[in-house]
């Protein structure tokens, strides 16, 4: 796990996982966790202070190319290319 300090550049931690190829990322705006996007149709959230992905989001049938987090931390939006978005409820 690598995070990094916005303002100074600074790495602080990373995250690491051999099943996922990342095609992106969103941090959610309290900064405790992060959802990745992946080729292999899924989504993962994880913890930044540990680096453990707390759940696999299953349901697109094609990769995911894209995530967003809502400004509340409630959700995230994910695209993909089975054509569709789909919202995700992260409490």
Do not use: Y
């Not at 051999?18 to 992060?34: H, K, N």
Request: proline share 2%; glycine share 6%; no cysteine.
């Amino acid at each position: 796990m690598v995070r990094a300090d916005g303002r100074s550049g600074v790495r602080l931690a990373q995250l690491r996982s051999v099943e996922i190829q990342a095609s992106g990322v969103a941090m959610a705006p309290d900064g405790r966790r992060a959802v990745s996007a992946s080729w292999d149709k899924t989504l993962k959230v994880w913890d930044l202070a540990t680096g453990a992905v707390l759940r696999t989001l299953e349901g697109h049938t094609s990769s995911v190319n894209a995530v967003a987090v809502t400004p509340d931390d409630q959700r995230a939006v994910s695209a993909s290319w089975d054509k569709t978005l789909k919202v995700w409820d992260l409490v």
